[in-house]
């Protein structure tokens, strides 16, 4: 079902979504940022590469206020971005990539 590349693509987007979120920047910059280093990558790839960073701050952190603000944002950043996937594919682009989601955004103004 997934090729290797993808899968590897994966945790690639993985450990810079932690690296980024370790940064503390605001969501808009975080999503900004992991999109912009992964132009060629699937939107749902990278909604599933921040859902498995969000559980590993979950499991590394366990119940601490500041592992659960990390993983909140994750999990956030992730279902906005699977909101956006789901627009583009209702606007005709069948898998959109984080390069399709950058341009939306723009146009869009947000």
């Given amino acids: 079902m997934w090729g290797a590349m993808s899968l590897e693509r994966i945790d690639k987007i993985t450990e ?6 370790g940064l503390g920047l605001p969501d808009s910059n975080f999503m900004d940022r992991t999109l912009r280093r992964w132009p060629r990558a699937e939107g749902l790839e990278i909604c599933f590469a921040l859902t498995q960073a969000a559980a ?8 601490s206020a500041e592992g659960g603000q990390a993983q909140g944002q994750l999990y956030r950043a992730a279902a906005l971005l699977a909101a956006d996937v789901l627009a583009l594919q209702r606007l005709g682009i069948p898998v959109p990539r984080a390069a399709d989601i950058l341009q939306f955004w723009a146009e869009e103004g947000t």
């Fill in 16 to 21: 810079d979504a932690l690296e980024l979120q």
């Fill in 56 to 63: 590993a701050v979950g499991r590394v952190f366990d119940q």
